[in-house]
């Protein structure tokens, strides 16, 4: 925002759920990150006729459980982070955090913390043309201001990039490891690198005497577990080539 926002960090307090239709406050100075990271959603939504979101519950292989989502572009980002090596944690919903900014009370329910290998990152989700909007530069200025006080990372992510979106939702498909051939998978697996510099389809054809659509699943979930990686700024092709993870 162009006019500086006051925030009175000490005023800042963190509530959580330990579990639904529980409650646990405290300062946010002394808040555990530990805590958060395994907290139930501060609040549940319903499915009702002419809702303008829509809601729902996605099955992270990053937490190994569903996370909830309140709009299509929070689960478009919610895909992202699922997908980004770096994040070991998704927790939806984790804190309401109360302080006073500008000489009032604020609150605010985050969308997302994240566990990363760099530390605990927040994240809310705006849509791009709300960026924008005086209410929404406050909400975030100050949101901002508590979490890196903290020693936190603080992110507001917008509508992702559609070609990079679809190629991440389509290897979303093949997250769940155990849904793969597991003989195809250790025989891949057993030589690492082994396909870097062939297409996919190169790949699939060179493992003889294993049926294609068991062949291209354990291809495909090794590039969402980034054992390989691909160009994902242009759609995924049998002609995309598979390259050493970055």
């Known amino acids: 925002m162009s006019v500086p926002v006051r925030v009175d960090l000490e005023s800042a307090v963190v509530s959580y759920r330990p579990a639904a239709g529980e409650e646990r ?18 609040r549940t939504f319903r499915w009702y006729f002419g809702q303008r979101h829509y809601s729902g519950t996605y099955w992270s292989s990053t937490q190994g459980d569903h996370v909830i989502y309140e709009s299509r572009l929070e689960l478009a980002n919610l895909l992202l982070a699922e997908f980004d090596s770096q994040v070991r944690q998704i ?19 985050v969308d997302y913390l994240c566990g990363t290998g760099d530390g605990p990152v927040v994240v809310d989700v705006v849509r791009a043309e709300r960026m924008s909007h005086p209410r929404i530069a406050l909400l ?26 679809g190629n991440i939702r389509f290897l979303a498909g093949y997250r769940r490891r155990w849904l793969i051939n597991q003989e ?34 354990a291809l495909l979930h090794l590039v969402w577990s980034h054992e390989y990686s691909v160009a994902l700024d242009e ?11 970055k």
């Not at 927790?91 to 329910?109: L, M, S, Y």
């Not at 020693?151 to 990039?161: A, H, I, T």
């Open 25 to 42: 406050s405290s300062s946010a100075g002394m808040v555990s990150i530990d805590a958060l990271l395994l907290a139930a959603p501060w």
């Open 184 to 217: 195809i998978l250790a025989d891949i697996c057993s030589q690492p690198g082994r396909f870097v510099g062939m297409s996919i389809a190169e790949a699939e054809t060179s493992i003889s005497g294993c049926p294609k659509q068991l062949v291209r699943p």
């Open 140 to 165: 975030c200025e100050w949101t901002r201001q508590i979490v890196e006080s903290l020693g936190w990372s603080y992110l507001v992510v917008n509508e992702p990039d559609p070609v990079r979106f």
């Open 235 to 245: 759609p995924l092709r049998p002609s995309t080539v598979l390259e050493m993870p």
């Open 91 to 109: 927790v939806a919903q984790p804190f309401i955090v109360c302080a006073e900014v500008q000489g009032q009370a604020r609150k605010h329910i």
